[in-house]
């Protein structure tokens, strides 16, 4: 009786394992299907057991908490360096800075929000793909929207002009958007993107400057970091006032699988401000409808439209949040 007992369970064991692989194996076929990986047969094993790991992670963050939301995109798969090259920042250090202090902002009545996310100015959202040039789309999304509120005309500009072109910075190596405004003052423009489309990610063209004044479509007047700094009310009358304005981020574990919600990491409060990984672009603010309600920042990202809402995110405001309060920049067009 007693060994019978224990060959029931034995084969109820094997049938809930089986029952597990086959749901992991299920879950894996159909991520590949909708974010259409393909693999070469030497690397399925690794990148399933990635996947698995991270489906996991989402599972149990989705349990615990009620902020926000994990989800599946294109970093399920990846390995830890692969998701690393998606990012970029090397931000100026803090004495630099105060070379090139911004305006000291005139002090209007604030809205209760500002989104800027589907003004005609605002381009789709771009993929900086395995490249670290995240700096470089930073500085573009407010050259691209004060361009064309000058205008009327909505532009695409060129992010492939700043990774080949750009001598203060470096390339797939990181940069930093300040130094991209500066570069391109000097050169005289910004290339619009038709005629200089962006390769990176896929092909290597460092050295491989294309300049041609002809295709230039936006100009650089001034540009500066919000001060004082870090304060949230500061640059939410910068944002007002200048439009998108970019910033650097530390990026941790949780953040790759963000899917929506208002983001907030309590090993994201750092006390050293240098400590940035990433660039990316404040878009907008405003405080949830819950309670207690929650204010927080609108933040663009260049991980394509699959990565958290629509490739936005929310971030909580007013705490500093992985230093994102501390790198606001602005810039102004010709
Ligand atoms: C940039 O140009 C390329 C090539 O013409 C095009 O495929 C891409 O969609 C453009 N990007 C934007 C944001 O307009
Ligand atoms: C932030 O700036 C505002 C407006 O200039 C000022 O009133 C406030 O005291 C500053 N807050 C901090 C924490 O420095």
């Known amino acids: 009786m007693k060994f019978l007992c224990a060959i029931v369970l034995l084969v109820v064991a094997i049938a809930f394992a089986a029952a597990g692989d086959l749901e992991d194996e299920l879950n894996w076929q159909s991520y590949k299907a909708k974010f259409h990986k393909r693999h070469r047969s030497k690397d399925e094993a690794r990148r399933k057991a990635n996947f698995i790991k991270r489906q996991k992670q989402i599972?149990?963050?989705?349990?615990?908490?009620?902020?926000?939301?994990?989800?599946?995109?294109?970093?399920?798969?990846?390995?830890?360096?692969?998701?690393?090259?998606?990012?970029?920042?090397?931000?100026?250090?803090?004495?630099?800075?105060?070379?090139?202090?911004?305006?000291p902002i005139e002090e209007r009545a604030l809205?209760?929000?500002?989104d800027y996310r589907?003004?005609?100015?605002?381009?789709?959202?771009?993929?900086q793909a395995e490249c670290g040039s995240c700096w470089s789309f930073a500085a573009v999304v407010p050259l691209e929207f004060n361009t064309c509120k000058k205008t009327g005309t909505p532009v695409a500009l060129s992010e492939q002009m700043l990774v080949d072109c750009d001598t203060y910075n470096y390339a797939c190596e990181?940069?930093?958007?300040?130094?991209?405004?500066?570069?391109?003052?000097?050169?005289?423009?910004?290339?619009?993107?038709?005629?200089?489309?962006y390769v990176s990610g896929t092909t290597l063209t460092r050295g491989t400057c294309k300049f041609s004044s002809t295709s230039v479509a936006a100009r650089v007047s001034t540009y500066g970091w919000?001060?004082?700094?870090?304060?949230a009310t500061v640059s939410m009358q910068y944002l007002q006032s200048y439009g998108p304005l970019p910033s650097a981020m530390k990026v941790l574990d949780?953040?790759?699988q963000y899917k929506n919600g208002v983001y907030s990491d309590s090993a994201c409060i750092i006390a050293d401000e240098n400590q940035v990984d990433h660039a990316v672009v404040i878009v907008?603010?405003?405080?949830?409808?819950?309670?207690p309600a929650i204010p927080y920042w609108i933040v663009r990202n260049s991980w394509g439209t699959t990565w958290g809402n629509l490739g936005y995110m929310a971030i909580k405001r007013g705490v500093n949040m992985c230093n994102i309060e501390s790198w606001t920049a602005y810039v102004e067009v010709v």
């Open 111 to 114: 809205p209760i929000s500002i």
């Open 118 to 127: 589907s003004d005609k100015c605002m381009q789709p959202v771009k993929q």
């Open 226 to 231: 919000t001060m004082p700094y870090p304060n």
């Open 59 to 103: 599972e149990k963050h989705n349990k615990e908490n009620k902020e926000w939301e994990m989800g599946n995109n294109l970093f399920s798969d990846m390995t830890d360096e692969e998701r690393k090259g998606m990012l970029g920042a090397k931000p100026v250090p803090r004495k630099e800075r105060f070379l090139n202090p911004g305006y």
């Open 284 to 291: 907008g603010y405003g405080t949830t409808t819950t309670t």
């Open 174 to 197: 990181g940069g930093d958007y300040t130094n991209a405004w500066k570069f391109i003052k000097e050169k005289g423009g910004i290339m619009i993107n038709s005629s200089y489309p």
């Open 254 to 256: 949780s953040l790759y």
